[in-house]
């Protein structure tokens, strides 16, 4: 179990970096920690894993200090820091996983099977014999990947281990960090800002905002937000209907009579359905573009819901 | 366990450093080529020295040369295993801490063993032994061997006295000048410090560990101190071993709970 307590970060000049956190993060559960640039996100794991000493307050790992007990925990933890490397680079992956094998006292037997089952999600076997300089950033990154999970770790904590992974890769990555949750029952924690992948395995999303924690719950909430979410921006040639037309305008957020043109948001996929049959009624429609929600706005409303409950 | 990590993984690195050696066989080349120019040189110095009869009073010429096997195998050492650990600042200040610091390998560690250079560690053996058996000097094995074991001892004092200076980096970030002026450490090892006023000498032997690179071997084994000298000289060794590393310990505490990584 990982447990926050009242834990403060600042740096030296600077205002808080993370205030007054405390979660309890308990074994088997998968989190996503979500947040804009700047939130937080990356120093809450480096105190959580206990690479940077929290100004105030502190977090445990098993019931210790991570901090002052980091040596003894490590074996128990697998961390990425993306655009970290961790590899020596002008050696191939093979001799590097050689390396962590060592590091970590992995017998052959583990370290074969290991290998086997990264390689059944990942796919790295064609990589073993290139050496890690020559690797795409993409590759270097699942080279990382496995390179924390060789020793089967019971804290799994991943800071935006999807960049520079192609649709494949992501997907296997998930597929992967499943099958650690349910066959060794990992504790995993993941930062990330492609709310759209954490559905599948995360159980809980955690929002963070100026180093406050400001949504603890359920990751269905954060993941219907952006599919129900939608802006819609329309080209129209002439008004069909004046008076739907104008009771159409009247709910946009935003209309130009010059340049006829109209955009709407939408929340839920009933209400676009109604909205698009409304239009094709009131408007002669030139064209049609719907984007989905950016992760700013998905955040937003998932705030906005929980100031509005209370 | 520490050790028997420590073995393993010399082991494996001795695997990586004959890969890298096929790999990039002309760099290797020449760096046993730039090590015996310089080991050549620094022969030739002492010996135009001695000829022009610029002696080092109370040393002779074959003297010099056992002197020069000591600094030979210090100054080897030192480039072969712990040179790197003065640009330990380095990982301080770029932020790569904070993925050595989530690995069971304590990043000092892993910065010396990654970087040791186990060629050249035989190619210094190789010369000390060479230089030795040139100088014809007779000389004790236990002597011999007491002198090896003080080189060892005190490269790894400077190495944490390397260590010490990068750790400012926790404090003030960039230090380029802390590699210049600790890799400046060295020159001490030039020279047989007997030339220093006794003072110096005194300071040399016991805050800072200088005497001790290659003066302290060379006149041990040259049986140029009393007993009692050289029992002074060895508390101070181990004296300077045991205060650099709590020193070291106590600072690099206090710096890793200063550390402020990279990017949040």
Same mark, same amino acid.
């Given at each position: 179990m990982i447990d926050i307590v009242r834990l403060y970060k600042s740096y030296k000049n600077s205002e808080d970096i993370l205030k007054n956190i405390n979660l309890t993060i308990n074994d088997?559960?998968?989190t996503a920690l979500l947040g804009h640039n700047g939130s937080g996100k990356s120093t809450l794991i480096k105190c959580m894993v206990g690479v940077l000493k929290p100004t105030q307050g502190s977090a445990y790992i098993e019931g210790k200090d991570i901090f002052d007990n980091r040596k003894k925990l490590l074996k128990y933890i697998g961390v990425v820091f993306n655009q970290k490397p961790s590899f020596i680079v002008d050696l191939t992956i093979s001799d590097n996983l050689l390396f962590f094998k060592s590091i970590y006292n992995i017998n052959? /037997?583990?370290? #074969?099977k290991a290998l /086997?089952?990264? #390689?059944?999600?990942?796919?790295?076997? #064609?990589?073993?014999?290139?050496p890690y300089r020559k690797l795409s950033f993409g590759e270097r990154v699942k080279c990382e990947i496995t390179s924390v999970l060789l020793h089967s770790p019971k804290y799994i904590f991943l800071d935006e281990p999807t960049i520079g992974?192609?649709?494949n890769a992501k997907k296997g990555l998930y597929l992967l960090l499943d099958h650690y949750k349910k066959e060794n029952h990992s504790t995993i924690l993941i930062t990330t800002h492609e709310v759209d992948y954490i559905e599948g395995i995360c159980n809980r999303a955690i929002i963070l905002s100026k180093g406050e924690v400001k949504y603890d719950g359920r990751v269905e909430t954060v993941c219907n937000s952006l599919n129900h979410r939608a802006t819609i921006n329309i080209e129209f040639a002439q008004i069909i209907d004046e008076e739907k037309a104008k009771k159409i305008i009247q709910g946009a957020s935003a209309f130009n009579k010059d340049e006829q043109t109209i955009t709407f948001t939408c929340f839920h996929t009933e209400e676009k359905d109604r909205l698009l049959s409304d239009l094709i009624k009131a408007f002669s429609i030139s064209s049609i573009n719907t984007t989905s929600a950016?992760?700013?706005e998905v955040f937003e409303d998932v705030l906005k819901e929980i100031v509005e409950s209370k | 366990m520490f050790l028997k990590k420590s073995w393993n993984l010399n082991k494996l690195f001795i695997c990586f450093?004959?890969?890298?050696?096929?790999?990039f066989k002309v760099d290797s080349i020449l760096n046993i080529f730039s090590s015996l120019t310089f080991f050549v040189a620094n022969i030739f110095f002492w010996f135009i020295m001695t000829e022009t009869g610029l002696f080092i009073k109370g040393w002779s010429f074959n003297e010099t040369l056992v002197f020069i096997a000591y600094s030979e195998l210090f100054f080897g050492l030192d480039s072969a295993i712990f040179s790197m650990s003065s640009r330990f600042w380095y990982i301080i200040y770029s932020g790569n801490l904070d993925t050595l610091l989530t690995r069971p390998l304590d990043p000092r560690i892993r910065l010396i063993i990654l970087n040791t250079n186990y060629l050249e560690i035989v190619t210094t053996a190789l010369s000390f032994l060479m230089i030795i058996i040139v100088s014809g000097v007779k000389i004790n094995f236990f002597l011999l061997i007491a002198g090896i074991a003080i080189v060892i001892i005190a490269n790894i004092v400077l190495a944490l006295i390397r260590f010490i200076m990068s750790y400012s980096a926790?404090?003030?970030g960039r230090m380029d000048a802390v590699s210049e002026l600790s890799d400046c450490l060295t020159w001490f090892n030039k020279y047989p410090l007997v030339i220093m006023p006794t003072l110096l000498k005194i300071v040399f032997a016991t805050i800072l560990p200088f005497y001790f690179f290659s003066t302290f071997s060379a006149e041990l084994v040259l049986v140029k101190l009393t007993y009692s000298k050289a029992i002074v000289f060895v508390i101070g060794l181990i004296f300077n071993l045991i205060i650099w590393m709590i020193i070291n310990k106590i600072i690099w505490k206090k710096g890793i709970a200063r550390y402020e990584s990279l990017n949040g």
């Amino acid at each position: 179990m990982i447990d926050i307590v009242r834990l403060y970060k600042s740096y030296k000049n600077s205002e808080d970096i993370l205030k007054n956190i405390n979660l309890t993060i308990n074994d088997n559960e998968v989190t996503a920690l979500l947040g804009h640039n700047g939130s937080g996100k990356s120093t809450l794991i480096k105190c959580m894993v206990g690479v940077l000493k929290p100004t105030q307050g502190s977090a445990y790992i098993e019931g210790k200090d991570i901090f002052d007990n980091r040596k003894k925990l490590l074996k128990y933890i697998g961390v990425v820091f993306n655009q970290k490397p961790s590899f020596i680079v002008d050696l191939t992956i093979s001799d590097n996983l050689l390396f962590f094998k060592s590091i970590y006292n992995i017998n052959d /037997e583990d370290f #074969n099977k290991a290998l /086997e089952l990264i #390689n059944t999600y990942i796919n790295i076997e #064609n990589l073993l014999d290139k050496p890690y300089r020559k690797l795409s950033f993409g590759e270097r990154v699942k080279c990382e990947i496995t390179s924390v999970l060789l020793h089967s770790p019971k804290y799994i904590f991943l800071d935006e281990p999807t960049i520079g992974l192609d649709y494949n890769a992501k997907k296997g990555l998930y597929l992967l960090l499943d099958h650690y949750k349910k066959e060794n029952h990992s504790t995993i924690l993941i930062t990330t800002h492609e709310v759209d992948y954490i559905e599948g395995i995360c159980n809980r999303a955690i929002i963070l905002s100026k180093g406050e924690v400001k949504y603890d719950g359920r990751v269905e909430t954060v993941c219907n937000s952006l599919n129900h979410r939608a802006t819609i921006n329309i080209e129209f040639a002439q008004i069909i209907d004046e008076e739907k037309a104008k009771k159409i305008i009247q709910g946009a957020s935003a209309f130009n009579k010059d340049e006829q043109t109209i955009t709407f948001t939408c929340f839920h996929t009933e209400e676009k359905d109604r909205l698009l049959s409304d239009l094709i009624k009131a408007f002669s429609i030139s064209s049609i573009n719907t984007t989905s929600a950016s992760l700013r706005e998905v955040f937003e409303d998932v705030l906005k819901e929980i100031v509005e409950s209370k | 366990m520490f050790l028997k990590k420590s073995w393993n993984l010399n082991k494996l690195f001795i695997c990586f450093n004959i890969s890298r050696f096929k790999m990039f066989k002309v760099d290797s080349i020449l760096n046993i080529f730039s090590s015996l120019t310089f080991f050549v040189a620094n022969i030739f110095f002492w010996f135009i020295m001695t000829e022009t009869g610029l002696f080092i009073k109370g040393w002779s010429f074959n003297e010099t040369l056992v002197f020069i096997a000591y600094s030979e195998l210090f100054f080897g050492l030192d480039s072969a295993i712990f040179s790197m650990s003065s640009r330990f600042w380095y990982i301080i200040y770029s932020g790569n801490l904070d993925t050595l610091l989530t690995r069971p390998l304590d990043p000092r560690i892993r910065l010396i063993i990654l970087n040791t250079n186990y060629l050249e560690i035989v190619t210094t053996a190789l010369s000390f032994l060479m230089i030795i058996i040139v100088s014809g000097v007779k000389i004790n094995f236990f002597l011999l061997i007491a002198g090896i074991a003080i080189v060892i001892i005190a490269n790894i004092v400077l190495a944490l006295i390397r260590f010490i200076m990068s750790y400012s980096a926790f404090w003030v970030g960039r230090m380029d000048a802390v590699s210049e002026l600790s890799d400046c450490l060295t020159w001490f090892n030039k020279y047989p410090l007997v030339i220093m006023p006794t003072l110096l000498k005194i300071v040399f032997a016991t805050i800072l560990p200088f005497y001790f690179f290659s003066t302290f071997s060379a006149e041990l084994v040259l049986v140029k101190l009393t007993y009692s000298k050289a029992i002074v000289f060895v508390i101070g060794l181990i004296f300077n071993l045991i205060i650099w590393m709590i020193i070291n310990k106590i600072i690099w505490k206090k710096g890793i709970a200063r550390y402020e990584s990279l990017n949040g």
